[in-house]
């Protein structure tokens, strides 16, 4: 059989055991293993793996993951979570729909010093499902908005999959975060939007809980503002140039930490216990770019990257147009394949080509970690979904894929916005 062959007898092979349930980074690495074996040798194989492996896990640039994902785990076991859904249930909790937009405002407070999709969907789950119940909301409603709402972890800064694709592109990280602010305040706006337009639709769907004072109001704001502190203070480090992204990451995750022991709520178990979720998660993001890699040598090996290039860059279509091909094919993909590992084993192929047609990069690393957002909400991978079944295990599977589907179309908007107005993305970094 011709590479070709074999490198599409790869791909499928991947899919199918990301349905088998094969963890994401050791389907990757095996399909490249065994791939490269029967396109080479298994002694070079194994050389590859063992490289691959190496050097990727001893990669500087990458201690920044785990670094920002420590400091998301303190920042939870802290309550800083909970104090930032208190705080927007105080201010939004007496509209129609209100917890479910205090949902949304608390989960991107919590993007904001934790950088991971899973973590925020799991954390406001665990809070604020149990009180959109208590309050009778729908469940489509309740669970789609914070499946939904968790993928702004991945978009506001620091985002673990922005600094996976300034890694992979040598970008600068810091631009990158500052490209992705605008985008995430909008894509917040628009989940708000989407959850006043249901409930106009569906008044019964989110009844109004009890009203507040304006000084409860007022003095609810004085718990999250270790939040904002937190937040200036490892951003505003990193694009003054006062630290590198892994200092910043390293002083966040110190800054959590001592807003628990201020607070008196990060206990030693507590402490043992983020510090756990923090190392398994840090271990399960790396070894998918370490699968990612190994993978991706597979396939360069089987001329399909280039293939592809050359097909894409030759379609008789201009830039723009085959720019939404692109975004196309990462659409798709987010429906067999964690995002991550998508843009892992896609970006090597694709930001050559559109960077040649003249595309801002910048722009384009936002643009397709707002796509791959959508893969994290949709059939069959879904992962935010799973997460929420998880928490909520009595809600039919059904019900929380129908609940996102709204929010889905907002991230369609978004994606569609940034076609039309790429500064959006490129105004704050290239205005600095």
């Not at 499946?147 to 300034?166: D, E, F, H, N, R």
């Not at 047609?357 to 959508?374: C, Q, R, T």
Request: glycine residues 10%.
């Amino acid at each position: 059989m011709s590479p070709e062959i074999i490198g599409l007898i790869g791909i499928f092979a991947l899919l199918l055991l990301f349905l088998l349930g094969v963890p994401v980074g050791f389907s990757m690495g095996i399909v490249g293993v065994v791939g490269f074996t029967v396109l080479s040798d298994s002694h070079s194989a194994l050389v590859l793996m063992a490289q691959d492996t190496f050097d990727t896990l001893s990669s500087y640039p990458l201690s920044v993951i785990p670094m920002f994902i420590l400091m998301g785990s303190f920042a939870y076991a802290s309550g800083i979570s909970q104090r930032l859904y208190k705080t927007s249930y105080n201010w939004f909790g007496h509209l129609r729909g209100g917890l479910t937009i205090a949902t949304v405002i608390a989960c991107s407070g919590f993007a904001a010093i934790c950088g991971s999709t899973a973590a925020t969907a799991a954390t406001m789950g665990k809070i604020a499902l149990p009180e959109m119940k208590k309050y009778g909301y729908n469940d489509r409603l309740s669970t789609g908005t914070v499946a939904s709402a968790g993928t702004l972890g991945i978009l506001i800064p620091p985002s673990t999959v922005l600094i996976i694709y300034g890694i992979l592109t040598e970008e600068s990280i810091g631009d990158l975060f500052l490209a992705a602010i605008l985008p995430g305040a909008l894509l917040s706006l628009l989940f708000v939007l989407t959850v006043i337009v249901i409930c106009r639709l569906h008044p019964e769907w989110g009844p109004p809980g009890p009203a507040t004072s304006i000084k409860e109001k007022l003095v609810s704001l004085t718990d999250i503002l270790e939040a904002f502190l937190l937040f200036g203070l490892v951003l505003g480090g990193l694009f003054l140039g006062w630290f590198s992204p892994t200092q910043a990451g390293s002083i966040g995750a110190t800054g959590a930490l001592a807003i628990g022991f201020f607070r008196r709520q990060l206990t030693w178990d507590k402490f043992l216990s983020c510090a756990r979720d923090g190392l398994r998660t840090s271990c399960m993001v790396l070894f998918i770019f370490v699968g990612g890699t190994i993978f991706s040598h597979f396939l360069a090996i089987t001329n399909i990257p280039f293939a592809l290039a050359d097909w894409v860059s030759t379609l008789p279509l201009s830039p723009m147009s085959i720019m939404v091909v692109i975004i196309g094919i990462y659409f798709v993909g987010g429906f067999f394949m964690d995002g991550m590992a998508l843009i892992v084993v896609t970006i090597p192929i694709f930001y050559p080509i559109v960077t040649q047609m003249g595309f801002d990069s910048l722009w384009f690393g936002v643009i397709i970690v707002i796509v791959a957002e959508m893969g994290v909400i949709t059939p069959p991978v879904g992962a935010n979904v799973f997460i929420i079944k998880g928490i909520a295990p009595h809600i039919p599977m059904n019900t929380i894929f129908r609940g996102i589907f709204p929010f889905l179309y907002a991230l369609m908007a978004l994606t569609a916005l940034m076609l039309f107005f790429p500064e959006l993305a490129t105004y704050i970094p290239r205005s600095l």
